[in-house]
């Protein structure tokens, strides 16, 4: 079965520093998102990305994150200048519009600033 | 914000069938209710959805109350495995959003031997 990867599986970076956590969707899907969930907390939607544009963002999406679609294959989040806060899993997802609404979730990227 | 309410926890013998409620009073005609579910710190995975009628897949079945003000997701014979948090989700279809999740707190499930 087709599935939603994610790299690398843990990062761990100095705050300030800029990280990239990337993804690789399903091939067929044309729905990207990213999600993340600080230990112990709920799972927090922030921004969906279609037709090569965010679709909608949260609130917690602001300008010290971006997403990327640099090629065909590989969907991304980079975060500037880290902060402490911002040590989280980070899921992507990937949906099919037309197939059933399903959102294939990747294994996540823990990240760790420090 | 998260539109629903669900139990916190709930137990469940391994075999038997597991019955998760959820509350979603405020759900309006074109929003869809979601269940996924997470497996310790995996990734949310996809279990089931609905608008109206009852769903039923090879891993659960969806209960829709007539004026959808509540749902019950039932697993019909939970495992070990089932052991889990799962989230009722109430969004949009794609038609009006980009399906994106808003997730609550969730309900913690564990299947008992």
């Known amino acids: 079965e087709p599935e939603v990867t994610q790299t690398p599986s843990h990062q761990v970076t100095q705050m300030g520093q800029e990280v990239i956590l990337r993804c690789v969707p399903i091939s067929n899907h044309l729905y990207f998102y990213w999600y993340r969930q600080i230990l112990g907390q709920k799972v927090e939607f922030l921004v969906s990305?279609?037709?090569?544009?965010?679709?909608?963002k949260s609130e917690i999406f602001d300008d010290q994150f971006s997403v990327e679609r640099p090629d065909g294959s590989n969907f991304t989040l980079k975060i500037r200048s880290t902060k402490l806060e911002d040590s989280a899993m980070y899921f992507c997802?990937?949906?099919?519009?037309?197939?059933?609404?399903?959102?294939?979730f990747g294994p996540g990227t823990r990240l760790t600033v420090t | 914000d998260a539109k629903t309410t669900q139990p916190p926890s709930m137990d469940c013998a391994e075999g038997r069938a597991a019955n998760l409620p959820c509350n979603h009073s405020?759900?309006?005609?074109?929003?869809?209710v979601y269940w996924y579910r997470q497996i310790h710190s995996q990734g949310p995975q996809y279990i089931i959805h609905g608008l109206k009628n009852n769903e039923t897949n090879e891993m659960a079945s969806l209960i829709i109350t007539e004026d959808r003000k509540s749902s019950t997701l039932i697993l019909p014979h939970a495992t070990l495995r089932d052991t889990a948090v799962y989230y009722c989700i109430v969004g949009d279809d794609l038609k009006t959003g980009a399906n994106n999740l808003f997730f609550g707190t969730g309900t913690r499930l564990t299947v008992i031997p």
């Open positions: 990305f279609y037709n090569n544009e965010i679709s909608e």
């Open positions: 997802a990937s949906l099919r519009p037309g197939w059933n609404y399903e959102q294939y």
């Open positions: 405020t759900i309006s005609g074109n929003e869809y």
